[in-house]
C-alpha cells in the first residue's frame, strides 16, 4: 500500500492544504496528515487538539485520508509507515528553498524517505495559516479561505483570544 504523509502545522488548516491533501489522496492508496504538536512555531493560535478536531473535519468526505499527531521528528514518524513519501505543496520558488533544506534533514535522520512536491492551485498561492489568523484577529471574511464547517471554530477561538 503506497502511503503519502501530509505534515504540517495546520494552524488552522486552509483550502490550500486541503486541496493538497486531496489530490494526493487521488495518487496514493492512502494520505496520513501529520499534525505536527511540537512545531517551533511560537505561539500557535490553536491547540493540537483544536487543530487536529479541524482537520479531522475537512478530510471527513475523502475516506483514504486518517489524522495523526507527530510529537518527534517527522522523518522517524514516517518510518511508521514503510515506503511512505512526504508530500508537500508549493506555493512559490520561496516554498522551495525552505522544502529542499527540509529534504535534505529529513534525508540524513531516514535515507530512504523521499520527498514529493505538488505545485499550489492557482486560487491559493496566496493563501496560509498566517493570513488566515490575522484575517480572523479583525474579524475579516474567512469564506474562501478554509473550510466552511471550521469557520465557527475560526472566528470563536479568535473573540476569546481578541479579549
Ligand atoms: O505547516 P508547516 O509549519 O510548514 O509544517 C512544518 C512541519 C510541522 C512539517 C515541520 O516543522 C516538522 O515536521 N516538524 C517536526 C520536527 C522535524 O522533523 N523537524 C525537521 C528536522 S530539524
Redesign the pocket.
Known amino acids: 500500500m503506497k502511503t503519502a504523509i501530509c505534515?504540517?502545522?495546520?494552524?488552522p488548516i486552509t483550502l490550500g492544504h486541503l486541496n493538497i491533501i486531496e489530490r494526493a489522496s487521488h495518487i496514493f492508496d492512502r494520505v496520513v496528515v501529520?499534525v505536527?504538536a511540537?512545531?517551533?512555531?511560537t505561539s500557535p493560535m490553536f491547540t493540537v487538539e483544536e487543530k487536529v478536531e479541524m482537520v479531522r473535519i475537512a478530510v471527513k468526505d475523502l475516506p483514504n485520508v486518517s489524522v495523526e499527531v507527530?510529537t518527534?521528528?517527522?522523518?522517524e514518524f514516517a518510518r511508521r509507515y514503510e515506503g511512505s513519501v512526504l508530500i508537500k505543496g508549493l506555493r512559490a520558488a520561496s516554498d522551495f528553498d525552505y522544502e529542499f533544506q527540509?529534504d535534505l534533514?529529513?534525508k540524513r535522520?531516514n535515507p530512504a524517505l523521499e520527498t514529493m512536491f505538488l505545485t499550489a492551485d492557482q486560487r491559493y498561492t496566496f493563501l496560509s495559516?498566517s493570513i488566515v489568523r490575522e484575517m480572523a484577529h479583525y474579524g475579516a471574511e474567512l469564506s474562501g479561505l478554509v473550510p466552511e464547517e471550521i469557520i465557527g471554530l475560526i472566528e470563536g477561538k479568535a473573540n476569546i483570544k481578541r479579549r
Open positions: 505534515p504540517g502545522s495546520f494552524d501529520c505536527a511540537n512545531a517551533s512555531k507527530n518527534g521528528l517527522l522523518a527540509m534533514i529529513n535522520i495559516s
